[in-house]
């Protein structure tokens, strides 16, 4: 069974980079068959598509983020990371990472989710 | 603004049905397989629907799914206290290239 955990600093500053990590264990990230994704939850809030990295390194962020967002893969490692730029008190959020079947015909599978706040 | 539309409540019951109606467009649920989520305060989402109708191992047959054109929905028969959550229908997206999400349904388990 696939399992995905987010890791990294609970606390950024604002105008500072958020930086986390998801670590896949019992899967790979080097098959075709999924996207690597991070969504983004802010308090007492819906859910929020980030954007995703496929094995080959390719990538594509949600417009009203994309010029702030990298999410990149390290198959070597079976991690996939997100780091967000200038972040301000609107970034503050639970941070998911989940993996998406490319047709939607598996289920997904999500991590626990970890929480940022952005503050000084 | 979400770009699947759900009502932000729902209310019913123990032992009776509740349906949660979700509406898309043509670049989502017309055309890519819905999923729904479960989540309990202070949880992550949990997968409780995808490919419009299947149910992972796990899931009780209480919970089904179904989708019509542009449209789905979520049914839960025989309410339980335990079924007062948050529920979201989502979407594969072909214009963002990406999941969509509905707005997220409360339901209370009256």
């Known amino acids: 069974q696939v399992q995905l955990q987010e890791s990294g600093p609970g606390l950024v500053k604002p105008s500072e980079t958020l930086s986390l990590t998801c670590t896949v264990s019992?899967?790979?990230?080097?098959?075709?068959?999924?996207?690597w994704n991070w969504i983004r939850q802010p308090p007492g809030k819906g859910l929020e598509w980030i954007g995703y990295?496929?094995?080959?390194?390719?990538?594509n962020y949600n417009p009203s983020l994309k010029s702030r967002v990298t999410i990149s893969v390290d198959t070597s490692r079976t991690q996939f990371s997100l780091t967000l730029n200038s972040v301000t008190a609107a970034d503050t959020a639970v941070y998911y990472c989940a993996r998406i079947h490319t047709s939607g015909f598996d289920p997904d599978y999500w991590g626990q989710g970890s929480l940022v706040t952005v503050s000084s | 603004q979400s770009v699947l539309t759900q009502p932000p409540s729902a209310s019913e019951t123990p032992g009776r049905r509740v349906t949660i109606f979700c509406s898309g467009g043509?670049?989502?649920?017309?055309?890519?397989?819905v999923k729904w989520y479960q989540q309990l305060p202070g949880t992550a989402p949990k997968l409780l629907i995808y490919r419009n109708d299947q149910r992972p191992s796990g899931v009780p047959d209480r919970f089904s799914g179904s989708k019509s054109g542009t449209s789905a929905s979520l049914a839960i028969s025989g309410l339980q206290s335990e079924d007062e959550a948050d529920y979201y229908c989502?979407?594969?997206?072909?214009?963002?290239?990406?999941?969509?999400f509905g707005g997220g349904t409360k339901l209370t388990v009256l």
């Open positions: 990295v496929y094995y080959s390194g390719s990538v």
């Open positions: 019992g899967g790979s990230v080097s098959t075709g068959s999924y996207y």
């Open positions: 043509r670049s989502n649920i017309g055309n890519n397989p």
């Open positions: 989502a979407a594969w997206d072909d214009s963002l290239n990406g999941q969509v």
